[in-house]
């Protein structure tokens, strides 16, 4: 039997977990699309779940130890007062700005022992040029090749990457 879910009258698993996440959703005030959003990342969960959506362990765990870490201070007693609030995700060209700002305002310079792989969206951002460019010219040889860095990612070391910048900009 599973931890915290023990056969006190109710006969399923959704049973427990609606009952649970109702009084959760009653106590907070929480509307159901955002409780979905921030006990899991998806808005819909509670409308599938109430439409069929069968549930899965994994899922019961994940929405009732969100329920039960709710309002907590880290490393503390839980407080009532305090809700936490969703906050969403910056978006791309937000994060994108904000990274560019932080790497350009370093304290500390880099040295050359420091390896720094550049993923693609950043190449194409740095040089000005379009995915399918890159690549044709990769496959010319006139830009550094990436370097795998998983079983469908690669990289461009950022030094080869700055030392083609440099090269075009004194062919110029």
């Known amino acids: 039997m599973r931890k915290g879910f023990q056969r006190s009258g109710m006969e399923t698993l959704q ?3 609606s009952t649970r996440v109702g009084a959760f959703l009653d106590r907070t005030e929480l509307s159901r699309t955002r409780f979905g959003r921030m006990a899991l990342g998806d ?3 509670m409308r599938q779940i109430d439409g069929g959506r069968s549930l899965t362990l994994r899922t019961a765990d994940r929405v009732l130890a969100f329920i039960a870490g709710f309002g907590r201070e880290p490393d503390g007693p839980p407080n009532p007062s305090k809700r936490t609030r969703y906050r969403r995700p910056a978006s791309r060209a937000k994060r994108m700005t904000r990274n560019r700002a932080m790497s350009e305002h370093q304290t500390q310079p880099r040295t050359t022992s420091q390896i720094r792989f550049v993923r693609l969206r950043e190449v194409m951002a740095r040089t000005g040029l379009s995915r399918s460019t890159i690549y044709v010219m990769m496959a010319e040889g006139r830009f550094p090749k990436p370097v795998p ?6 990289g461009w070391i950022e030094s080869e990457l ?3 910048l440099r090269d075009r900009i004194a062919a110029r």
């Open 15 to 17: 049973e427990y977990f």
């Open 43 to 45: 808005p819909n969960l």
């Open 149 to 154: 860095l998983g079983e469908r990612s690669v």
């Open 162 to 164: 700055e030392e083609w």
